[in-house]
């Protein structure tokens, strides 16, 4: 059956809804939608929480991308109600059920706290994404087919930007998508931070397809501007946040020891639905029973481990107790990092479970990178101009990474009331490492 | 060291804030409550929470118990605050950190899914809460015996409403008190559910200590009674939404199984955090190491399960497709609703752990119960009026009991595109069911 | 031309929108709509505010009619594309464009402070809308012709409920309208009265036609309940408060010393504009050409009348100095009234002029009323139940009038510090006055 | 009386709030604050709109300078009083008064449509809120000299930057200032503009006092930046709008030639409140019975002015058909800008009164204008670095212009219907007109 058609038979007699705190409602107008919805891989998202770490920095952040996936499946419906409504000449109405799938699923194989556990594992949930979608086993798959033999292939190809329309793709993945638009506002939302907020509403009527993708209307061009700005603040405010990424920190080292003493010892307790990754021999199956619970109550367990090291880190991150950061200079301080480092390690600690640097850096936006396309405007005429040429601000924030690189260590040797506690062990390595840090930052203090 | 000396030197020298999207900003100005915050008894918060099976209605609502308990500290600070600037006669400001502490602790003993989990395990979280705050090997104990050694049991007192001072009692709880007004802005804002919102700043305004407790000024009656009303629409739409009623009904019935399969015949694959719950012999330890992420996992562990009826509440559970449901009026439906669940019960179903009747009920004001203190307005000559006297709406609500009785079965029997589907062999006792539903309640279909 | 087919050709290539604080947007999809709010006699509507002399309570509500008309459109026409949508079979799609125009009209014939400045001129808003209409020298009346030379007609008929479609005629004026819904949003908002929200969103999901009119579909029913309770709140909370009565009622008494001074004596200072309705003798012309700004200038001017009294009047209303009142009980405490209004006629003041009871009312709801329609809710299967039936909220507040009786008097007699100053001439009489104000209300001080 | 101890004796025994929709409360803790608010000159506030003829754009922009003035007020509340809490060392507390006053009353010089009538009398509005504040005969300056005989000229040097406190200057104005915070909020919120928002509460956080003025601590820096970002936003998207400049080139011309009526041939209908200012003779009296409705009322007169012109630019402005624009490039387009006014002065219109230029520019922030104290950030060690040296964004907007320049003529000359209408005796010079517009900008069609 072609998707157009299937489309028109698909369609529900009364429109569903969510009821959700950031779009009010999601409208779903076709079965296929409540059917991947209603899937067990889809459900699991409901476990996933959007944030990782950050929710251990800004309490309110404990959405799921369930609720995300939800929120960018709504913007794509209602870009493409628009399209279809204001650009019949510019934009394919079969491209609608595809369109829509992508926008829904595209998250579809994140796993626990993600970054840091992909890590651990070393593959990707953009590639998990496409193996649920692919994989006959799923169900996901089994209602997708429904359209076509060939559809899961093109709702894949959407995620892996390989589907040949550049409209639909861009509206998935670039530098100003469906993706981005519901995450900025819905991560503003929960968090409380105010500087994520865009006028999401005035983007989305300005929107508009052409021949090679997504344009803006040049009047719109503020508008653009903003999101990019409130992008780059929510990313210096939230996203970076130091004390998450101890958090993160804290988390990628405690798993690295758990690998490590389940490959070389075998010393820690068993976990069923764990031991496939630890192998490094897992099925997508395996995969999908993954969730933050999983992962916490393994953690949970962990805390009473034999393995010292492993029951501390663990302890440390299940009580929220991460590990403290300072910034330093790259380039520059490399020499004094690794001199802090060696103080730390030479107590009791292990240099490598329990120091770590962490960098943090994000392109606000770009527009010579092959890999990212430029955000254009378009004039009444039809004349394209790239967005940081219309605007200096995007300009000032374009093709520059932005972000710190940061030491984390044990919190005792970066809280300042030490001297005020009882006398320490540790006196005389505290004060040695506190004679590097003026301003809250790593400085040699012989220079300046 | 008293209170009053103790609350001056541990105040902190420039205050310290966590952002919460409700009320903007959390402000802390103690050290003693950036410690309690910082207990691991506190911490585990994060990981319950607040809604429990609401969270499959209302995506939104994915809030910790965590958060709520910093709201309910927050409102409480702000009338404390207030009382101290204009009440200096009415209230004893030496209430301070044991109104505080109280407020925040106030949820410290709630499990996973408590309502359900409780029920399984016969006790109560406010049980519990007592015991972790009195139990000499608790963080939070340690913390509080800070203040004086008779301190954990102030805080407790007040928890268990026999602290001397009705003041501090009610406005911890009573029936308009800092938890429920927490509560009650919090759900409205994740869930989207606007009939949530009511005017908390001018109820803090209005707010006002007396010699037997707390009054409101007469000027303030319409903020009062919209706050009543507005609790009242938050039960009738969110808190006893069907739909999450039937995921709590599904996790009832897997935990009692799982429970008998332990019991009975060791069965089923032991979950170490779970044994001592199921074996009836747990310790306040065992009890603060589980959360939400516990419970899920083993379920997770269980939709594998040898015992074919277990692994499918599992599945129903972890997937999300719990029992659906139909209204009865109590007290004269009694009978079709047995013949019903016969109906269910002579197919494969086992008619205990398949059909289920569930009520809810609320009492959304009360003046009369010895339990309830009324809640009195107070005119300029501090004459006081209950409430229900002096708002026709309020009285209308007074004392009546409002909720529902409802069937859970099966979805298959009462999703109404049965027909549409292959012939089944469930179709004559399908269409034997639905003989029974009118207008989505069960009715007798021979009377009108 | 059918309406039908004018609505087709008149149809915009691109929508316009007008951005609005409440509703986001307003989408205007026909030239016809656009070319309305064009007219002078809609562009009026900006120097008419909404709330009369409520702003001198609410500082924020300086909102005009005509933001509150785009908003009636508004919302009118999301329900209009929705029954489109939804109910091809119950809503006649021809009745699209009388709708839309009579939901942006209907408040066209507003004057300046209408509710007072209608009693000094005898005359009613709702008169002059269809007049204004219906007149062939506005230009709203020649864009409305351009449909058909009977469109006005029709406009004016759904104005007047004379028109013979129910569901048109109670989308736009029934005890649940397009109109009362913008107006509760709009007012809370711009007051900042939380109070007044109530979930529009779902309200626009459950409303829907059936053959004599408009109905909500059951499970809306506590959304529509909200409805209700929001209403009566706003009214007690904002639209009946004391202050804004009290410029009311001083507006009321130097818009009738003005009148009186020109039919009587010819003294003050002549007002081109004005004089048509002080000679009872005026057009519609005449009128279109008042606004607030007209009547605040006239009264500015009158600051400096010769006569003493109108000079007063004015310059309590100008720089905000009202009357300031006491509620009584009707029926019972009328004689202590006239006492009181004694107290103050007998000192320098002019009793009919400086005395003044307002007495205000609303019925929140009713369903016994001819000329109310009530409001119904649509089981699944076409039955209907009334409202009250199904909510006890409702109930409790149906039939019964609210609101209050209060004497206003200069402020000097109800100020509390009175005492604090330096000794008056009127001490004495300030005396007898306050010794029948018991708790701000007045009292008989040998009863109870 | 010291000033320190009037404001002991001032306090008022309960606080008193006045409902804001943008900051909830306004809370008012002396009774000098109150009595300046009931002052006749700070009433007449009400009456002087805001965003002057950004109404005629944003229809919801219809706020008063008084609601702003309340603001700019509490905000200033909220900063003395954090800074009384946490800077006791850094911060005079006798200056608590005298800023709250100043604060408040910064804006009381404002007339109708300020920018425009100044233009046209020849003065500025501080010039005028200085002498308010320091002429004997107004209530302002009454009640002010309550404090102390010099309090007034305290309170005037504040706004006239000669206080010799520089904390106190800047609160109140500066690049990032009390009013400027308020009314970026404000005017976000009346015109729905959600870009305008920034994080207000953070800001109010981080901003502390020093020795010279006032700072930011260094880690609020990105709050600061998006202040300036949000500034810069509105006043692209809003104060800059082409439409309301078009509203105001009417207002101008209309009122010049009002004046030039009046004293070269004194033909219009005189009107009493506005003689003075055509006649360049007016006192403070008369300057403070102007108010927005008075202005409106004479133009709503002019409508049927004998005067041709005056009647047509009247009617232009009263029903809301303004000049419409077109952009040009400054510099390199004058030629063809003069072109096109002589082709509209051709026909029937008058060059000077029918055409016209308005250039708008803006500059974000500047560090290096002698009269601009630039915003500096605080290190925790007291080290100051300046904002657009930690911010690639901020220094992208420093120093550099915004805004751009526009043609302002008969709006059928930028219209597109042109040709669909009946064929006009304009068609020529319209399409000579036309010739020179490209993608809605004036060029020279023969270059490029």
């Given amino acids: 059956m072609s998707a157009d058609r299937f489309e028109r038979i698909d369609r529900l007699p009364f429109e569903k809804v969510f009821k959700d705190p950031v779009h009010d409602y999601i409208h779903v107008r076709h079965r296929i939608i409540l059917d991947l919805i209603d899937t067990k891989e889809f459900q699991r998202l409901r476990r996933i929480k959007q944030l990782g770490t950050a929710q251990f920095t800004f309490h309110g952040a404990e959405h799921s991308r369930f609720s995300h996936s939800l929120g960018v499946y709504e913007i794509t419906r209602k ?24 926008a829904l699923l595209h998250d579809l194989g994140h796993g626990p706290f993600s970054h840091t556990f992909e890590k651990i594992i070393g593959s990707d949930h953009e590639k998990f994404t496409t193996d649920i979608i692919l994989s006959e086993e799923t169900e996901i798959h089994e209602v997708l087919s429904r359209v076509s033999p060939d559809f899961p292939n093109q709702v894949a190809s959407v995620i892996t930007k390989e589907h040949k329309n550049p409209q639909v793709v861009q509206l998935i993945s670039s530098q100003i998508d469906a993706d981005r638009m519901d995450y900025l506002q819905r991560d503003a939302f929960f968090t ?33 501007e903003d999101y990019i700005v409130s992008r780059f603040q929510m990313y210096m405010q939230v996203y970076f946040h130091p004390a998450s990424r101890g958090m993160e920190v804290t988390l990628d080292r405690l798993l690295y020891r758990a690998k490590s003493l389940y490959q070389e010892e ?89 120091t770590r640097i962490n960098s943090s850096s994000d392109l606000p936006y ?83």
Same sequence: chains 1, 2, 3, 4.
Wanted: contains cysteine; negative net charge.
């Fill in 79 to 102: 870009i493409v109600d628009m399209f279809e409504r204001n650009y019949p000449d510019e934009w394919d109405p079969s491209m609608r059920l595809v369109t829509l799938c992508a």
């Fill in 192 to 224: 409380g931070a105010t500087y994520g907020a865009f006028d999401l509403s005035r983007i989305l009527r300005v929107i508009r397809p052409y021949k090679h993708g997504i344009a803006f209307q040049y009047q719109g061009m503020h508008a653009v």
């Fill in 266 to 354: 075998n010393l820690y307790p068993h976990f069923t639905l764990l031991d496939p990754f630890f192998k490094d021999k897992y099925t997508i199956e395996d995969y999908l029973r993954l969730d933050d619970s999983v992962l916490q109550t393994a953690i949970n367990l962990w805390t009473t481990s034999d393995d010292a090291y492993l029951s501390e880190l663990s302890t440390m991150f299940l009580n929220r107790r991460p590990f403290k950061s300072v910034a330093y200079e790259k380039g520059q301080d490399e020499s004094i990092v690794e001199k802090l480092r060696d103080i730390v390690g030479n107590l009791k600690y292990d240099k490598e479970l329990f």
């Fill in 366 to 448: 770009d527009y010579k990178l092959k890999s990212k396309t430029p955000i254009h405007l378009m004039y009444a005429d039809g004349t394209l101009i790239e967005l940081s040429e219309a605007s200096p601000i995007v300009k000032s924030l374009s093709g520059n990474l932005h972000g710190d690189h940061r030491l984390y260590v044990p919190k005792e040797f970066l809280e300042d009331n030490q001297k005020n506690k009882e006398v320490s062990m540790f006196q005389e390595d505290y004060d040695e490492f506190q004679k590097y840090i003026i301003n809250d930052r790593i400085k040699n203090p012989n220079k300046n």
